[in-house]
């Protein structure tokens, strides 16, 4: 796993990562606990390639922070002009899928195996109003053609 896709998927999960003199900080920022199913491995990971991320995080480039309130309000207009990535339960197709920024975003997790959804992706098929069972089609053809692109 990337060092970028390991700060992704935790802060998917809502922790804030930085470092500080060298040191890795890594604060969860939600209420309650985390569940130790989904973060145990990745934090065993962050383990193994602190280094590594230190210096992604050091290397990033100077995008705002956002909260999570921030972002589940944000038009998809304005989310396409950030570079995030969010894991989003689908509870219409039953699994976890990203939602990214932008092209850029979406092909970097796409190159660690998961499906994505762009803004304009997203922004297309809000306008079309579809129903439950039409995206899940849609769903079916992006997993059946990794790659392929939603488009008007």
Known sequence: MTPETLVQQLTSFGYSLHHQEGKLKLQYTLAGDPDPVQITPLLTELKMHK????????????????????????????????SLALKVDSSVLGEHIYFASNDTVSEKIKSDGFLTYTAKELEYLAKKGLTPEELKKIHVVKTVFPGSRIVN
């Open 51 to 82: 280094a590594e991320v230190i210096k992604f995080l050091k290397n990033q480039d100077a995008t705002p922070c956002f909260q999570v309130e921030e972002i589940e309000a944000m038009p998809l207009s304005e989310f396409a002009k950030t």
